[in-house]
């Protein structure tokens, strides 16, 4: 299994995940298909299937684009309002793409139909992998919550919490950012600090933070930290989806704080979080 890390749009990533015995490949989250296929084509594979972790316009938009061009292409998630979707999954199905297994997971939290994806090969050197969309990013999570606090925890710790500390590609870089706000709430942690400074040095490099591990998220990602007495405090509450809730609702104000979006900005977060209508 070879995956490919494909920046896109402003802070956007899409993969292409290469089963390497049959040159057959899937993407993840397909933003801009004309990229996806020169990158395809140089990698001599036949591009056959689409996974979507969610229907924001920067993780679908490509979908209907795509299938105009790559006639037959198979469109799955987990989500009606997916542009383009041909195939509905639901939790916990498996598929099989050669020798690689397939594991849907259903992450509701950032939206409702929000689909994680768990990939893995027998008897392969290769780690497993996580396609996390934006239910976990590096030190973060998809704050701008559809759903509920409490979905969103279970999602996190329940759902994606139980895996093998395995690779985790998520669907933004938003990484430096995300462990800005980490070291606002655990100021003391060795392990946020430590890779706020590595962050700041891929930054300045342009180099791309993904993929992380969820064994690494679990040391400095205060949104699977939340029974930690130091995240505690900072947000005042105790209860679990308590304290989920209040990081989420303080790592917005912080966004705005470092990056006041400007009016034409606003109107495509508001797209971008489902504030506006969706061409059907």
């Known amino acids: 299994m070879k995956v490919k890390v494909i920046p896109v749009l402003e802070d956007n990533y899409m993969y292409l995940v290469i089963e390497e015995d049959t040159r057959?490949?899937?993407?993840?989250?397909v933003a801009v298909p004309k990229r996806l296929l020169e990158i395809a084509g140089r990698e001599g594979v036949s591009?056959?299937?689409?996974?979507?972790?969610?229907?924001?316009w920067d993780h679908a938009r490509g979908n209907v684009e795509l299938a105009r061009l790559q006639p037959g292409m198979v469109v799955m998630g987990g989500d009606e309002r997916i542009c383009g979707l041909t195939r509905m999954l639901v939790h916990e199905e498996e598929l099989r793409f050669g020798a690689i297994h397939v594991r849907c997971l259903l992450t509701p939290g950032h939206t409702s139909g929000h689909m994680?994806?768990?990939?893995w090969e027998d008897e392969s050197l290769d780690p497993p992998a996580l396609f996390s969309g934006d239910a976990l990013s590096v030190a973060g999570c998809g704050w701008h919550l559809e759903g509920t606090a409490q979905q969103m925890y279970q999602s996190l710790t329940e759902t994606l919490g139980t895996l093998p500390p395995q690779t985790v590609f998520c669907g933004h870089e938003?990484?430096?950012?995300?462990?800005?706000?980490?070291?606002?709430?655990e100021p003391h942690n060795d392990?946020?600090?430590?890779?706020?400074?590595?962050?700041?040095?891929r930054d300045e490099d342009d180099v791309p933070t993904v993929p992380s591990t969820l064994g690494e998220e679990l040391l400095y990602?205060?949104?699977?930290?939340?029974a930690e007495e130091a995240v505690r405090k900072f947000t005042g509450k105790v209860a679990p989806a308590e304290v989920l809730e209040v990081l989420c609702r303080e790592r917005a104000c912080f966004q705005q704080a470092v990056e006041p979006p400007q009016p034409q900005a606003r109107a495509l977060l508001a797209l971008q979080w489902g504030l506006l209508g969706h061409q059907k």
């Open 24 to 29: 057959e490949a899937m993407a993840v989250d």
């Open 47 to 56: 591009l056959t299937t689409v996974l979507t972790t969610h229907h924001h």
């Open 116 to 119: 994680s994806y768990f990939l």
């Open 174 to 185: 938003h990484t430096l950012c995300n462990l800005e706000f980490a070291h606002t709430v």
């Open 191 to 201: 392990h946020v600090r430590a890779k706020l400074s590595w962050a700041q040095k």
């Open 221 to 226: 990602n205060p949104f699977l930290r939340v």
